[in-house]
C-alpha cells in the first residue's frame, strides 16, 4: 500500500475509544488460597466496576461479588487493598456502605462489621486473616464532625458475632497490619501529620492474644522507621521472621526482622504507598521472591545470599506478586504487550499466562515504540522520559512538516512512567501526534534524592523539567516547536497549569483536575494529603507567599494559549471550584478555555461514555488549537473566546 500523504494530527487510525477503552480491562490484588487464585477485576464495561474473580485450577473463572456489592475501599480517598481470603471464605470492604463483607460458597453475603449512616461511614481497609480463620484485622477510620477521621487497626470476628476491637490507635495514619503465621504477632506500619508514608514512617510489633476475652495486643515495640526513614510492607516468612522495605540508604532495599540488608543495590523494592497493599515480594517455600524497578524497567527475581538474580522474562513491567502453590503469580507487559496475568515457576522459569491481555489485536503498523531520554534540566540536573513518535501504516506527513507533541505529566507527584504497552498512548501516535512521557523531578524510581528533589520546588522543578524535555525534543527536530501541549491529571493538572503560566515552550494545555490556587488547597484537601504540601512547598501559613507566588490562578498575565479543564463534580480530593474558578479568569481574560464537567464523576473518571467524550474533546482541541482536521467525526467543543482560536484548514 502506497502511504497517503495527509498533516499530521489528520491521519485516520483504527484505534478509536471503544477499542482504547476496551483494553483497559484491569486485574490487581493477586491472592492464592489452596488451589484458587483471587483477584480484583475492574471491568470498563460496566463503568468500570470493581469485581472479586474466583479462578479454578482448571482455568475456569467465576465472579465472588455481584452488585449491589462492589469490592471498593475509599479509605485514605485513594483506597487499594480492600479484599483477604481464607480458604475458599472472601472478606471485602464494600462500596456503597463501606461495611466489611463475608462471601462463603452457597450462602448469603453477609456483613460483618456495623452499619453506619451514610453521613457518618465508618471505613476499612488492608484486611489480613488469622490463621485460624477467626478474626479480620484491618485498618479503620472513623468520621469526626468538623475534623479528621480517627485511624486505628481493629479486630472484627469473621462472623459478625462482635462489635470490632481496637489493636493499635494513637497515630494519624496507620497501613499493612499482617499476623505472624503462627497466630502470636502483628506488625504494622504508622505515621503522622506532617509527613506522607514515604517520607517517614515505622514497622511495629505487638504479641497478639486471641483468648477468651477476644484478640488484643501487648508488648508493641519500633522495630525500624523513624524521622528519615520511609517503611513500606511489612510481611512474615513462613518461619515467622518478619521482613520489610526500608529506603534507609536512599533506596527502598528489603531488609529482615535484625536490620540486615538482602540485596543492598541501586534499585527500588517498592513505590510510594498512596494506595493499600502494595506486595512487590513474597515467599515460596523458603525463596524470597521480589520484584524491583530501575531504569531499565521492572524485573523480577529470587533474593537469596544477599544479591537478586533476576530471572529472564519478556515484560518491561510487573505488578503485584502472589503465591499460588509452588509457582508465582503477577501481571505483566512489554511495549508490544498488554498486560496479562502469568504463574511462574521461580525455579525452572517455566512461565503460564492466566489471563491473557485485553487489548485488541492492532497492526504493528500502526504502534509506536518506546524511545528512552535524558536531558539536561534545572542546574546541572538530569531528567527523564519515554519518546513515542508519529506512526500510522497508512499515511505519511507533508515533506518538511514536523509533529504536534503531547506531553504528559503524571499525577502523584511522585508517580512514574513505564514502557507497557498502552492503546492510548498509540490513539494519538497513529493519528500523526508525538507523546514525551516525563519522570520529572520528584518521581518514583530513582531513589530517594531524585524524588525528594521536588520538596520545596513543586510548580517549579517539575514545570521546568517537563519544558525542557519539549525543548529537548524541538532541539533534535523530532517535533514543531510551534505545536507543544501539557496535559496532565490531578497533580499533573497542577503541572500543567503551571506550565501554561510560567513557561512559554506550551502552545495548549489540558488540565484534568489539578489545583488552580495552592492557598485553598492546602485549606480544602482530605486528610492523608492535607499537610503533604509543607513538605512540596512549605509550612502553611508561614510560606503564604511563596504558595501565592506558585498557584497559576494568581499569574493570569502567562495565560496566553488555549486551556481545556476537564473536572469531576464530586471530586474531593480536588473540588470543582479548583477547575472553576481558572475558568472563569481565562473567561474574562479572553483566552480561548473549555470547560467539561462531568456530573457524578469523583477524582478520576469511571462512566464509560465520560471516558469517550475526554478522549474525543481532547482531540477536537487539539485539532482547533494546532490547525489540523481529525479523520474522526467528533461534536465541537462549546469553548468561549473561540474566535481567537487560529482558523482551520479547507476541509
Request: aromatic share 10%.
Amino acid at each position: 500500500m502506497i502511504p497517503v500523504v495527509a498533516p499530521y494530527g489528520s491521519w485516520r487510525s483504527p484505534i478509536s475509544t471503544t477499542l482504547v477503552l476496551g483494553s483497559w480491562v484491569s486485574r490487581w490484588g493477586f491472592i492464592g488460597s489452596g488451589d484458587d487464585l483471587y483477584w480484583i477485576e475492574m471491568r470498563p464495561e460496566d463503568d468500570f466496576a470493581e469485581v472479586v474473580v474466583r479462578r479454578s485450577p482448571d482455568g475456569t473463572t467465576a465472579d465472588v461479588t455481584t452488585p449491589p456489592l462492589v469490592p471498593r475501599t475509599t479509605l485514605h480517598e485513594y483506597g487499594g487493598r480492600c479484599h483477604a481470603v481464607h480458604g475458599d471464605i472472601v472478606f471485602f470492604s464494600n462500596f456503597p456502605d463501606q461495611r466489611v463483607w463475608r462471601v462463603a460458597p452457597d450462602a448469603e453475603p453477609i456483613p460483618v462489621t456495623p452499619e453506619y449512616p451514610e453521613e457518618a461511614q465508618v471505613r476499612y481497609a488492608d484486611p489480613d486473616v488469622s490463621p485460624d480463620g477467626r478474626w479480620i484485622v484491618c485498618v479503620r477510620e472513623t468520621p469526626v464532625p468538623d475534623g479528621e477521621g480517627v485511624a486505628e487497626i481493629v479486630a472484627v470476628p469473621t462472623d459478625g458475632s462482635a462489635a470490632p476491637k481496637v489493636l493499635a490507635a494513637g497515630r494519624d495514619f496507620f497501613s499493612a497490619p499482617r499476623i505472624s503465621p503462627d497466630g502470636s504477632r502483628l506488625a504494622w506500619v504508622c505515621w503522622d501529620h506532617p509527613n506522607m508514608s514515604f517520607d517517614s514512617s515505622e514497622v511495629r510489633v505487638a504479641d497478639l492474644d486471641t483468648g477468651d476475652g477476644g484478640m488484643h495486643t501487648s508488648n508493641a515495640a519500633l522495630v525500624a522507621g523513624g524521622p528519615d526513614e520511609s517503611i513500606s510492607q511489612p510481611r512474615w516468612s513462613p518461619a515467622g521472621e518478619l521482613h520489610y522495605v526500608s529506603d534507609r540508604t536512599g533506596w527502598w532495599n528489603l531488609y529482615n526482622e535484625d536490620g540486615e540488608p538482602l540485596a543492598p543495590t541501586e534499585a527500588e523494592f517498592t513505590s510510594p504507598d498512596w494506595r493499600f497493599g502494595q506486595t512487590t515480594y513474597v515467599f515460596v517455600d523458603d525463596a524470597l521472591v521480589a520484584t524491583w524497578s530501575d531504569r531499565g524497567g521492572s524485573h523480577l527475581g529470587i533474593v537469596a545470599d544477599g544479591r537478586v538474580r533476576p530471572l529472564d522474562l519478556p515484560y518491561s513491567t510487573l505488578g503485584g506478586l502472589a503465591v499460588l502453590g509452588d509457582r508465582i503469580v503477577t501481571s505483566g507487559a512489554s511495549p508490544t504487550t498488554g498486560i496479562e496475568v502469568i504463574a511462574l515457576d521461580p525455579e525452572s522459569g517455566d512461565l503460564e499466562v492466566i489471563a491473557p491481555a485485553s487489548e485488541p489485536d492492532v497492526d504493528d503498523r500502526y504502534l509506536s515504540q518506546p524511545q528512552p531520554i535524558e536531558f539536561p534540566t534545572g542546574e546541572s540536573a538530569v531528567a527523564y522520559g519515554f519518546f513515542y513518535p508519529p506512526r500510522n501504516g497508512e499515511h505519511e506527513p507533508p515533506e518538511g512538516e514536523l509533529p504536534p507533541l503531547l506531553v504528559f505529566a503524571h499525577g502523584g507527584p511522585t508517580g512514574q512512567t513505564d514502557t507497557a504497552f498502552n492503546l492510548m498512548t498509540n490513539y494519538w501516535t497513529s493519528r500523526g501526534i508525538a507523546i514525551v512521557d516525563v519522570d520529572y523531578r520528584g518521581s518514583s524510581g530513582y531513589g530517594r534524592e531524585y524524588r525528594r528533589s521536588l520538596y520545596g520546588n513543586w510548580g517549579v522543578a517539575d514545570v521546568e523539567d517537563c519544558a525542557n524535555a519539549a525543548r529537548f525534543l524541538a532541539a533534535r527536530c523530532d517535533v514543531d516547536q510551534t505545536r507543544i501541549a501539557i496535559l496532565g491529571a490531578s497533580a499533573g493538572g497542577y503541572l500543567a497549569l503551571a506550565a501554561l503560566a510560567f513557561h512559554d515552550v506550551f502552545t495548549a494545555g489540558v488540565n484534568a483536575f489539578g489545583v488552580s490556587d495552592l492557598e485553598f488547597f492546602v485549606r480544602d484537601t482530605h486528610k492523608l494529603e492535607s499537610h503533604y504540601v509543607d513538605r512540596l512547598i512549605g509550612p502553611w501559613p508561614e510560606a503564604a507567599d511563596v504558595y501565592r507566588e506558585r498557584s497559576p490562578i494568581h499569574h493570569l498575565d502567562g495565560f496566553t494559549c488555549p486551556l481545556m479543564v476537564l473536572q469531576g463534580s464530586e471530586d474531593t480530593a480536588v473540588p470543582p471550584s479548583q477547575s472553576e474558578m481558572i475558568v472563569e479568569a481565562l473567561r474574562v481574560k479572553g483566552v480561548p478555555v473549555a470547560y467539561l464537567l462531568f456530573e457524578g464523576e469523583g477524582h478520576g473518571f469511571r462512566k464509560i461514555e465520560n471516558h469517550v467524550r475526554m478522549i474525543e474533546a481532547m482531540l477536537w482541541f487539539f485539532g482547533r488549537t494546532f490547525g489540523f482536521r481529525p479523520a474522526d467525526e467528533i461534536p465541537p467543543v462549546a469553548t468561549d473566546n473561540e474566535e481567537r482560536l487560529p482558523p482551520l484548514p479547507p476541509a
